[in-house]
């Protein structure tokens, strides 16, 4: 085992290890020589990135580690832990699937990370990963081949759904005044999400809870922007790549279970500040200041009239509805994640 320092971040490297090819005459199985070796080159990259969730991180391996097995490609996982203290990275080293750990000694973005993460693998696909991301059986070779058919296609996203089975929008159209003005209207199931019907197909972007990326075409538009601490760097990431003349497809064949532990905490302030201050950077970046301005108070509208509804829904906070709107009015307000990180590492 090899560990070597990388800025702040420790990498840990046990090897590579390699699935069951297809077939020795199969094109895939280019081979690649290491000292008097010779193994195949790496399809697929796998890449996790944890943020203290030693538990979850451990059960997404395991599913990991049972869809390789049936892969008829080689592959590699790579785990990123975002500077946990409650022994994640050290899980990750002991754990059979993993064949790198970058241990940061500092906790950051998500954009990042997965920036990272996409120029330290091997593979010709990233399957891009959040440790509360599960994989459900034959999923990866389902967003493969979605890939393998599309050559226009820069990313798959996975259908997603709670522990619990329920089904989760995890595609959508990009960011605009007529989807702010959907959302308004309280249309946005109708036309902004794009995560239905049974066949794959073409959307503006995916979530990337479970996300297979075309590591040529990542590398073509210089992967995902910092600026985007968490949230809307994907949107952001797709947007660029569409420019480029890449496309994006949902693949519902694809399944994982998403545990949501981004979004379900009990204190949401910080990520409801983050999420409308990375919205409304998304908007800045590719649209008009006056689109911006018009996207603000749109959604801000959205959530004052579900603010209004809570008042008489039992089970629901009217409160969580009002910060979304004060957040939305004055994205350059608050303290979000970005400052929480700050903090957390000041700590150390």
């Keep these: 085992m090899e560990e070597q320092r990388a800025g702040e971040a420790v990498v840990t490297r046990a090897g590579r290890c390699i699935a069951r090819p297809a077939s020795s005459t199969d094109p895939r199985n280019a081979a690649l020589k290491v000292g008097s070796r010779r193994v195949p080159e790496v399809e697929l990259s796998y890449c996790v990135v944890n943020t203290s969730q030693r538990e979850l991180l451990i059960r997404g391996l395991d599913a990991i580690a049972s869809e390789r097995e049936s892969l008829p490609f080689a592959t590699e996982v790579l785990v990123l832990d975002n500077g946990s203290r409650d022994g994640s990275a050290q899980a990750a080293r002991e754990h059979p699937a993993a064949d790198a750990v970058i241990a940061l000694g500092e906790r950051r973005g998500k954009a990042l990370n997965d920036s990272e993460l996409l120029r330290q693998a091997h593979g010709r696909y990233a399957l891009l990963l959040n440790e509360d991301s599960e994989l459900q059986p034959g999923a990866t070779l389902a967003l493969w081949q979605a890939l393998q058919e599309r050559p226009h296609a820069a990313c798959a996203g996975a259908r997603l759904v709670r522990p619990g089975g329920q089904g989760q929008a995890c595609a959508w159209r990009f960011p605009t005044v007529a989807t702010a003005l959907a959302g308004a209207l309280m249309l946005h199931r109708l036309y902004t999400v794009q995560s239905n019907g049974s066949q794959t197909r073409e959307v ?33 990431f797709a947007r660029r790549l569409r420019d480029a003349g890449w496309r994006s497809v949902y693949v519902p064949q694809a399944l994982a279970i998403h545990h949501e532990q981004l979004s379900t905490d009990t204190i949401p302030e910080r990520r409801i500040v983050e999420l409308a201050r990375n919205r409304d950077l998304y908007m800045r970046k590719h649209h008009p200041a006056a689109a911006a301005r018009a996207v603000r108070w749109l959604t801000a509208w959205s959530y004052a009239l579900r603010a209004l509804a809570a008042l008489m829904l039992p089970g629901h906070s009217p409160a969580r509805y009002w910060l979304h709107v004060t957040a939305t009015l004055h994205p350059e307000r608050g303290e979000g994640l970005r400052e929480a990180a700050a903090a957390y590492n000041a700590q150390r």
């Design 204 to 236: 503006d972007w995916c979530q990337s809870s479970a996300l297979l990326v075309r590591r040529e075409a990542a590398a073509q538009v210089d992967y995902l922007d910092g600026d985007f601490f968490v949230y809307s760097d994907e949107v952001d």
